[in-house]
């Protein structure tokens, strides 16, 4: 297998590692580094290890590994949101279409299994190229900080996010 290098990513999974702290809730607390939006009862954040530029995370503020200990407020919120998530991807990136799923419990591949979470990811026409499929690779065309400078805006406009 080819290897592409992205050191970036090593202080990421170093701090990962050794805090042991859920990243949501990390995010979510008052001493959050910034999530890209919240509201009362959930965050979008961007995904540190995306499938493609755009991909976003929404989650519960709340610890909740399962849908059916969400309550109804923070269902109905989760959804708003990441329907909120994908109107902002479409005016900063007009993708073609979307993936938008959750891996619930870790033998479905949830990364988090303890904090359930949405996965928001843009998706264009002729976005899988030989180098996924051939190499096992995937090239992504943008640094996290240029696409969250290209989606905060979006989220800032909706005029809907709430101190926590």
Sequence with gaps: MERLWSPWRMQYISNAKSSGECIFCAEF??????????TELSIVMLNAFPYNTGHVMVAPGRHVGALGELTTA???????VTTLATTVIDHAFN?????????LGATAGAG???HLHIHVVPRWEGDTNFMPVVAETKVLPEMLAETESKLRPGF???????EV
Excluded: C, F, T, W
């Design 29 to 38: 607390a008052p001493r959050g580094s910034n999530p890209l939006y919240r």
């Design 74 to 80: 923070e269902r109905h919120d989760l959804m708003d």
């Design 95 to 103: 993708p073609h279409g979307y993936n938008v799923g959750m891996n």
């Design 112 to 114: 988090i299994p303890g």
């Design 156 to 162: 800032a406009k909706s005029g809907r996010e709430q």
